[in-house]
């Protein structure tokens, strides 16, 4: 048994060696407030287009509810300007769009509704199953390509918004907007995005994401993106020319 390091939702994740192979093993004890997460990615993991882990087993036992996944190998994206992983992040969000338009028959948050507080809904509206998490440490690259896991806060919604979030990951990791969003032509979806949504998603992402802030002085975390999330804004409000711009 090997202890995973990353993550900040479970309250056990290990990788387990057993007769059968390796599995990955993630869990939430019963006073977890974010247990539904687990619950949330077990549902829809069927759904999911292979090669993504398949569930292999849940667990409910003694107020534990424990999740194994088949194991994927890999190491975690370097998202630093000049990576040589940029490339295969933008394919595999490629495929991911393709792949999940249209959104499987799974019961899932519209983008419409998670964002109804701070993004008009005709600009986040859309039929492809996006993952929204896109830290990189949910992203795993090996010799076959990316795996992107951990499918616990997926929702409904324009095929571009995982590549938007990922966008503010770049800043973060040093990118300036206009680079990030070089990098994110190279994701079909992305250049076909309306202008005005991208503008209006990148607004109230920015505005959405000081308010985690506020709400969670603790997390470290949360300061640098909500900092990356207001430059990338404040970039698509004020057009440059010969800026590349979705």
Partial sequence: MTPVE??????????????????????????????????????????LPPPLPRLRWQVERDDWLLLGFEYVAGRHPDLAPGSSDLPAMATALSAMASKLTPCPAVRVQPATVRWADHIPAEMVDGDTLIHTDVTPYNFLLHDGGVTLVDWSMPCRGAAWIDTALMVIRLV???????????????????????????????????????????????????????????????????????????
Avoid at 21 to 45: Q, S, T, V
Avoid at 180 to 205: H, K, Q, T
């Fill in 6 to 47: 990353t993550g900040v939702i479970s309250d056990v994740a290990v990788v387990l060696g057993t007769s059968t192979g390796r599995f990955f093993c993630k869990g939430a004890a019963a006073g977890n407030p974010m247990g539904w997460m687990h619950r949330n990615e077990a549902r829809i993991n069927a759904c």
């Fill in 172 to 246: 973060r990791a040093g990118h300036s907007p206009e680079q990030a969003e070089g990098w994110a032509g190279l994701v079909p979806v992305w250049s076909a995005a309306r202008r005005e949504a991208v503008d209006a998603f990148a607004a109230g992402i920015a505005t959405l994401s000081r308010e985690r802030e506020q709400q969670r002085p603790s997390a470290s975390h949360l300061g640098p993106l909500a900092d990356a999330a207001a430059w990338w804004s404040r970039y698509r409000s004020k057009p440059r020319a010969g800026a590349r711009r979705a």
